[in-house]
């Protein structure tokens, strides 16, 4: 089992739609969670950290299940700028390293 | 401030050549990370150095691949004996230190590495 999947996609969206991504993680002893965003041919960025309580950001939810050791995106009325590649990231325990998921590529059109 | 910079931007190298790759991370980040990531492809995790502790190498794919971290600053990836199978963007990010969701990642633009 890989340390941390995703389903690749593509998501086709139109614009306004909600759309939701998950990940889950295989090592039970993971202690952070992010999701990454990355534009075609750019370095990965920061979107949200993931918190046991769950969290937003404006049109972004992130969700935590430690139990099922699986996190969620929703990103709710796309726009065209979010096009982009979705990755889910784990840290190994509290001071490891972190480890991408593959990425979820969202495509939203007008 | 200034961000991540890697050097070079592109490496065109022949296969069987060695290649050094350079990152200087964001001044005060004792966190560095090395990745690579193949066209279409995720990022594949290779090496992490983290203040003055035992650097994780367990990403690194081979005898041929290693790295070192001199002065808790600048890195350097060395690819030894290049292989086709090598040719990828390499990514280094640094980050304070990793306690909690206050030190996301700062990634460099990547050196595009080509072995023919």
């Known amino acids: 089992r890989k340390e941390v999947e995703q389903d690749p996609g593509p998501f086709n969206v139109p614009e306004g739609a909600t759309v939701a991504f998950n990940c889950t993680y295989s090592n039970s002893a993971s202690q952070s969670f992010f999701w990454y965003r990355q534009d075609c041919r750019k370095e990965p960025k920061l979107l949200m950290s993931?918190?046991?309580s769950g969290n937003e950001d404006g049109r972004f939810t992130a969700q935590l299940n430690r139990a099922s050791q699986y996190i969620s995106l929703l990103i709710r009325d796309s726009k065209l700028s979010d096009s982009a590649t979705y990755l889910c990231v784990v840290r190994q325990g509290s001071q490891g390293n972190l480890i991408f998921g593959k990425g979820t590529k969202l495509s939203v059109k007008p | 401030g200034a961000g991540v910079s890697q050097s070079p931007s592109n490496k065109v190298t022949e296969k069987g050549k060695d290649v050094e790759l350079r990152c200087d991370p964001i001044s005060g980040h004792t966190a560095l990370y090395w990745y690579r990531q193949s066209l279409g492809q995720g990022l594949e995790f290779l090496i992490y150095f983290q203040g003055n502790s035992a650097p994780d190498k367990s990403g690194l794919p081979s005898d041929r691949f290693s790295a070192e971290r001199t002065g808790g600053s600048v890195s350097t990836l060395t690819i030894q004996r290049t292989q086709q199978e090598d040719s990828a963007v390499y990514l280094c990010?640094?980050?304070?230190?990793?306690?909690?969701?206050?030190?996301?990642?700062?990634f460099g633009n990547g050196t595009r590495l080509t072995v023919t």
């Open positions: 993931v918190y046991s």
């Open positions: 990010a640094s980050s304070l230190p990793p306690a909690g969701y206050n030190s996301p990642l700062h």
